[in-house]
């Protein structure tokens, strides 16, 4: 094909291609407006900050006391308690204690197993007794004793130890 040729059926298409564009263009209408919009309210007074409540004395806070620390037993598996702990009158939650075990690796395989369940089971919680390192698997927290009871038997089953329900935190 002549250059020249090939020139003008590029020229052409261009034309084209613009003509498509910019004509409708001309024949649309403007678009509509948006109605105005209402008028910014009024800003505040400028007063002086709070110089009033700066003069008030802010109440001292009284510390929480600290919770006992329990010395547990350096059993593996848990022993159960000789009577159920009293619910505290505040908002109380429950545990049950699958098992404290030496190993981390131990204590992760049976967090996944109860997991498998279906059980809430965050993760292996470590705690130093005596000098003793160890890992403790819990199932919970359930706002109702009774069904933290209704769990022992199936996290028994999977611990291969004795699990208890205890008080919460």
Known sequence: MDDGLKRRLIGAAVLASLAVIFVPMLF??????????PPLPQPPPVRDFASEMLREEVPAVTPLAPLPVIEE???????????PP?????LTAWIVQAAS???RDNAQKLVASL???????????RVEIKGQRYYRVKVGPVIEREEAQGMVEKVSEIAGAKAEVRQYP
Do not use: H, I, M, Q
Not at 28 to 37: A, W
């Open 73 to 83: 037993a350096a059993a593996v598996p848990s022993a159960p308690a000789e009577s």
């Open 101 to 103: 075990l030496s190993s």
């Open 115 to 125: 997991r498998e369940a279906g059980l809430p089971t965050p993760n292996p919680e």
């Open 86 to 90: 009293e619910p505290r009158p505040a």
């Open 28 to 37: 649309e209408e403007p678009p509509v407006r948006p109605p105005p919009l």
